[in-house]
Every structure is written in C-alpha cells, then in structure tokens.
C-alpha cells in the first residue's frame, strides 16, 4: 500500500516533458556518444577503397552486411565516413559555439559596463556583423589565410556573435536597474566580482538557451561551408563535405548524400526542439 501510494507522488514531481523533447534527448545523447566512441564504432578507415566495392548499396536496399549503410564513389564505407564526420562536424560546432558565446558575452559586458564610446562601438560591431554575409567573410578569410580546423572554428565563431552580445548586454543593464548590484557596488565590490561572482552565474540559464538555439546555425553553417569545398578538406571528412560529394551521386546511389543529410536534418531538429523547451522551463512567464 505504501509503493502503490508513493507513486502518484513520485509522477507528480517528474517533469512534463513532451515526447519529442525525450526523442530529441535521446538522439542527441547518441549523437554525443557516437563522437566520443568513433575510434572503437567505425568498421573501417575512413579511407580504406575498394573499388570492387563501389557504391554497393545499403543492407535495406540488398547490400551487404559487411557495408550496412553501402559504399560511396570509391568504394569507401559509408557508415566509418559517417561516424567520423558526425565527431568533426559535433566537434567544430561545439568548438565554435562556446568560443562565440565567450566572445559576445564579453562583448556585451563591455558594452554595459563601460557605455558611452565602448558601448556605441560594440553597437556598431554589432551592427555590422549582423549585416555582413558570412559567406563572403568565410570566401575572404579563407583564400587569405588558407584552410584549417582551428581557422573553421573562428570563423563559425564569429559566424552570429552579435546576437550573445545583445543578450548579455541585455541583461547586464537590467541587472544593474536592480537593488542587489547596486548594494554589491556600494560595499566596495570591484568590477571582476561583481562580474564573475554576482551577475555572469544569473545570467547562466539565459546563456545556455542562447547557445542551444544558435548551435544549430553554427552546424548548418559549418555543412555549408564543407558542401561548397571551403570546410573540411579531404582526407578528413565531415557531413558537410559527404554531402558535397554524394550529391553527384544521387540518382545512381543515393545513400552517399541522404545518410549524412539525414543526420544533419535530425541533428539541427533536436538541438532546435531543445532549445525552445529550455526556453520555456527557465522563462517564468512561460511556465506561469
């Protein structure tokens, strides 16, 4: 009687999750897990041939096991390509995602804590980072300074700072329209403090939000990049790049191009689904 009592109770306290929300959990725990695990998961190297092999289709098609997801233009397996690309893709855009997000907060705090010239100046940053296409900055940088990783990584970065910045500066001028940073300030709490110790972990929720939201655009924009030969460059790989390459392929053998696609649509729909579900659990008015 009392296990039988106890678990009205127990549900009651369990979160109103939506089941696409545990789907969209689910895939990206995989996700996550395939990245880490690639080394021990991939069946093949990533550019081991064999062109008696080419692009022999999947296991659901009539392939063979030896190839469950078939074989691309060389004779490669799809599915050690894939796992691959799925750590370089998750990699870069996290990589990616994190630093924009240090580099607009901190953006957005000079901003509020300076004003006055600091401020118009990152207003107009901003403003021009908004209105520039990333395209024609990833095409410019990159035939400049030629392609690598770590370039990819700032790049993507700077690909949508602003909107960070806006946020933290956002919520930096609020913070400080409020009682208790005002009180920080007058018991003689310096800039570094009352940044780090009081105002930065409020705006943490917000923050994390912010960056689910924007991850899918950073990913989304990294696949471009690869698909027009500006990204990762082959002997590695990412889903990007094996879109690129399998588009040739798509009516003769289309599973080159529509398992790496089909990871990106999925991927990028999860984060998304993430993303406005926290908004929703860390947003008061939401939940009223």
Same mark, same amino acid.
């Given at each position: 009687?009392?296990?039988?009592?106890?678990?009205?109770?127990?549900?009651?306290?369990?979160?109103?999750?939506?089941?696409?929300?545990?789907?969209?959990?689910?895939?990206?725990? /995989?996700?996550?897990?395939?990245?880490?695990?690639?080394?021990?998961?991939?069946?093949?190297?990533?550019?081991?041939?064999?062109?008696?092999?080419?692009?022999?289709?999947?296991?659901?098609?009539?392939?063979?096991?030896?190839?469950?997801?078939?074989?691309?233009?060389?004779?490669?397996?799809?599915?050690?390509?894939?796992?691959?690309?799925?750590?370089?893709?998750?990699?870069?855009?996290?990589?990616?995602?994190? /630093?924009?997000?240090?580099?607009?907060?901190?953006?957005?705090?000079?901003?509020?804590?300076?004003?006055?010239?600091?401020?118009?100046?990152?207003?107009?940053?901003?403003?021009?980072?908004?209105?520039?296409?990333?395209?024609?900055?990833?095409?410019?940088?990159?035939?400049?300074?030629?392609?690598?990783?770590?370039?990819?990584?700032?790049?993507?970065?700077?690909?949508?700072?602003?909107?960070?910045?806006?946020?933290?500066?956002? /919520?930096?001028?609020?913070?400080?329209?409020?009682?208790?940073?005002?009180?920080?300030?007058?018991?003689?709490?310096?800039?570094?403090?009352?940044?780090?110790?009081?105002?930065?972990?409020?705006?943490?929720?917000?923050?994390?939000?912010?960056?689910?939201?924007?991850?899918?655009?950073?990913?989304?924009?990294?696949?471009? /990049?690869?698909?027009?030969?500006?990204?990762?460059?082959?002997?590695?790989?990412?889903?990007?790049?094996?879109?690129?390459?399998?588009?040739?392929?798509?009516?003769?053998?289309?599973?080159?191009?529509?398992?790496?696609?089909?990871?990106?649509?999925?991927?990028?729909?999860?984060?998304?689904?993430?993303?406005?579900?926290?908004?929703?659990?860390?947003?008061?008015?939401?939940?009223?």
């Amino acid at each position: 009687m009392q296990t039988a009592a106890a678990r009205p109770g127990l549900r009651a306290r369990l979160p109103d999750v939506p089941v696409t929300v545990l789907l969209s959990m689910v895939w990206m725990v /995989l996700m996550i897990l395939v990245a880490l695990l690639a080394h021990w998961l991939k069946p093949y190297t990533i550019t081991e041939m064999d062109l008696m092999a080419r692009l022999q289709p999947p296991v659901l098609m009539g392939g063979s096991w030896a190839h469950p997801l078939g074989t691309d233009q060389l004779g490669r397996d799809v599915l050690a390509r894939l796992i691959v690309s799925i750590r370089v893709s998750l990699s870069l855009a996290v990589s990616a995602t994190i /630093l924009g997000v240090l580099f607009g907060g901190i953006m957005g705090l000079l901003a509020a804590h300076f004003r006055g010239f600091v401020e118009q100046l990152v207003l107009i940053l901003i403003d021009v980072q908004a209105a520039l296409p990333f395209i024609i900055l990833a095409l410019s940088a990159l035939a400049f300074f030629g392609n690598s990783f770590l370039l990819l990584v700032f790049l993507l970065a700077f690909y949508g700072w602003e909107r960070h910045a806006r946020v933290v500066r956002g /919520l930096a001028l609020a913070a400080y329209g409020q009682g208790y940073m005002r009180a920080v300030e007058q018991l003689g709490a310096g800039p570094g403090r009352l940044y780090l110790r009081h105002m930065v972990p409020n705006m943490g929720a917000t923050l994390v939000v912010s960056a689910t939201l924007a991850f899918p655009e950073v990913i989304l924009a990294g696949a471009g /990049l690869s698909f027009l030969g500006l990204g990762i460059q082959p002997p590695d790989t990412d889903l990007g790049n094996m879109v690129g390459y399998g588009r040739t392929y798509l009516q003769t053998a289309p599973w080159v191009l529509l398992c790496p696609a089909a990871v990106i649509v999925l991927t990028t729909l999860a984060i998304s689904m993430l993303g406005d579900w926290m908004r929703d659990q860390l947003d008061p008015g939401q939940r009223a």
